[in-house]
């Protein structure tokens, strides 16, 4: 298994070469990854690997050296730009507006649109998408249970119409059950054209989920591949499943 990325003159989002830090503390080390458009990638690896420091990069909240594309050069962007160009991340912890209804969570997602009769469509797509989002609807999101807040985060993200959608930790604390429906989920937003950037601890859910997959270690790419492979590879399996 190798630890280059999937070459692809187009790829959708292409990182090469990134570091990055907090204050003088350097967490990631010259790292390269690519996504394609439609693709589900997921990024495993354990605690402090910097996978969700990776995400503050894309997200452009943290700063970095290296190169960053998404279509253009996303290291010029602002926050604010990179979301306006479709880069929506589901932030751990989901981090929902509690005292506000369902709804009115999933209409905040879409604060930037104009469109109301597309944004009024998507809203009933997410209902059918989430059914349980679509009863819940008038109730207050911090009353909701963990999997159906998941839900509202993912639904929330999915309303601001991305073209890349990075979760963070999706399966945290969820039944087995629950993650599974996210799961599903997934591959029907990817059937729709939404590119998913996946970052998991959970490497069975990930490598479940995923097309390819990249295994990060202190801030490095360790392993990258298509995810079946990597479910078979006997360093993830020693170290991630307990096989
Ligand atoms: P986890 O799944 O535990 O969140 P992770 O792979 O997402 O792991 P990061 O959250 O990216 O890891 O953390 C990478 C390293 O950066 C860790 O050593 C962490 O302590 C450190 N770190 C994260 N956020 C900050 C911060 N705001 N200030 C200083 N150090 C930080």
């Known amino acids: 298994m190798s630890t280059a990325p999937a070459s692809s003159a187009e790829a959708l989002l292409r990182v090469e ?9 350097p967490v990631l080390h010259g790292l390269s990854i690519e996504v394609r458009a439609a693709e589900i990638v997921a990024l495993v690896g354990s605690n402090g690997a910097g996978k969700t420091t990776l995400l503050r990069v894309l997200s452009r909240l943290l700063p970095c050296t290296g190169t960053l594309r998404f279509n253009q050069d996303l290291a010029a962007m602002t926050p604010d730009q990179a ?9 751990e912890g989901r981090q929902l507006f509690d005292r506000m209804t369902v709804q009115d969570n999933l209409l905040m997602g879409a604060f930037r649109r104009h469109d109301k009769a597309a944004v009024a469509r998507d809203l009933q797509r997410m209902y059918q998408l989430f059914p349980r989002l679509g009863e819940r609807r ?15 985060a993912m639904a929330r993200a999915l309303m601001a119409a991305p073209v890349l959608m990075m979760i963070d930790e999706m399966s945290l604390g969820l039944a087995p059950v629950i993650v599974d429906q996210l799961t599903e989920v997934l591959a029907e937003i990817r059937k729709n054209g939404v590119t998913v950037l996946l970052v998991e601890q959970d490497v069975q859910v990930a490598l479940g989920a995923a097309d390819r997959a990249y295994v990060i270690e202190n801030g490095r790419v360790t392993l990258a591949g298509p995810a079946r492979q990597l479910i078979d590879d006997p360093a993830v399996q020693q170290a991630y499943l307990g096989v």
């Open 83 to 91: 979301f306006g160009h479709g880069l929506v991340q589901v932030p």
């Open 17 to 25: 070469q990134v570091s990055a830090g907090y204050g003088l503390m």
């Open 138 to 152: 008038r109730q207050l999101a911090g009353s909701m249970s963990g999997g159906e807040q998941q839900m509202c």
